[in-house]
């Protein structure tokens, strides 16, 4: 417990077993009021083995499908299992879990709370078609918001109990589905969406893959998620709400 609410943290994860523990630890012992269930995202490697061992729950699917998938998996369970807050945090190192209190506390006023990397905290930077796409996006969802959101493609984010019904049984599972898409979706809905200002950190293992092609591909695919996202119907009907186990 949390200031008196059930908080979950979820981490999708997919070939993390040689970073994943020491994240489950450093959440554990920042957060040792909030429950962890890492989403192995059908993995080939040891992940789900290094997550039991670090003291996590563990939810495996058996093939990848993707950080939406992942994430809709994740807000099952917080839905079945009666959680306050769902907080997403990636299983690689990036999101600083003590900047979560400020998530909590902004959720205090919102029903999703973006953890916003260009808001000035940090010096995390793109460059490119990234930063075009970005740019575009944030200007668009501020304007459905109508309230200033610069990283709409954010990974680190909290919702509460009723969003977290909603996204158990809507959460899209599509590329950037589980950023760009589900923060319009959510806005669609009726829900209130506002944002506080994190800084990045460098990934614990691993490198992230970069290339002139991939950024145009990022840019393209970006243009056509925010279209499908807009002409997509949405659930208007905000699910039942139970409290206690």
């Known amino acids: 417990m949390i200031d008196g609410k059930r908080v979950l943290i979820i981490l999708p994860a997919w070939m993390e077993a040689e970073g994943v523990a020491e994240v489950i630890k450093e959440v554990r012992a920042t957060l040792p009021g909030a429950d962890t269930v890492v989403v ?20 495996r699917l058996p093939y990848n499908l993707g950080v939406g998938g992942a994430m809709r998996l994740g807000y099952r369970y917080a839905a079945d299992n009666n959680y306050d807050v769902a907080i997403q945090v990636d299983a690689d190192g990036q999101h600083d879990p003590r900047c979560v209190p400020q998530l909590l506390e902004k959720l205090e006023h919102a029903d999703l709370v973006i953890g916003a990397r260009f808001a000035g905290e940090g010096d995390y930077t793109v460059r490119g078609p990234r930063k075009w796409a970005m740019t575009v996006l944030a200007t668009v969802l501020s304007r459905m918001a ?71 591909m990022y840019l393209l695919r970006i243009g056509l998620i925010l279209v499908v996202a807009l002409g997509r119907k949405v659930d208007m009907q905000r699910p039942s709400v139970t409290t206690g186990r």
């Open 146 to 216: 109508r309230t200033k959101l610069t990283d709409v493609t954010s990974g680190f984010r909290a919702c509460n109990r009723d969003l977290i019904c909603q996204f158990a049984r809507t959460y899209p599972m599509e590329y950037l589905g589980d950023t760009v898409e589900s923060t319009v979706s959510a806005i669609r809905a009726g829900y209130s969406v506002r944002q506080v200002p994190v800084a990045m950190r460098e990934r614990i293992a691993g490198t992230p893959s970069q290339s002139p092609l991939r950024a145009m």
């Open 40 to 59: 192995d995202d059908g993995s080939p490697d040891a992940t789900s083995q290094v997550a039991l061992g670090a003291g996590a729950d563990v939810l």
